[in-house]
């Protein structure tokens, strides 16, 4: 499926790039910290990241109710692309 990998490159980079606009057009450093936490939030956690500042600015950094489960989702699509990608690798070893 040729739509597979652009699929694949939109899950990978899409947060990121948002991350960044973010970076630019907002006060995203409020709701994050110090930088190099936000720089490892970028590299390793993008949804969770996104998560968190949308939770941030729309609940005054309150973690409760529904954000919490936004924030679940977060991880769980961070935690996801890294599992995957080790199944991948088992599958194609197999093969």
């Not at 910290?33 to 005054?60: E, R």
């Not at 109710?65 to 599992?83: E, F, H, N, S, T």
Request: glycine residues 10%; positive net charge; hydrophobic residues 55%.
């Amino acid at each position: 499926m040729p739509g597979c990998c652009l699929l694949a490159l939109l899950v990978f980079f899409g947060p990121r790039v948002l991350l960044v606009f973010a970076w630019i057009f907002t006060r995203w450093y409020e709701a994050i910290g110090p930088t190099l936490l936000a720089l490892a939030g970028v590299i390793f956690f993008p949804w969770t990241t996104l998560a968190w500042m949308y939770t941030y600015f729309h609940n005054n950094g309150q973690a409760s109710g529904a954000y919490v489960l936004l924030l679940i989702l977060g991880v769980m699509l961070d935690l996801g692309a890294y599992g995957t990608s080790g199944r991948y690798r088992s599958w194609r070893k197999a093969r």
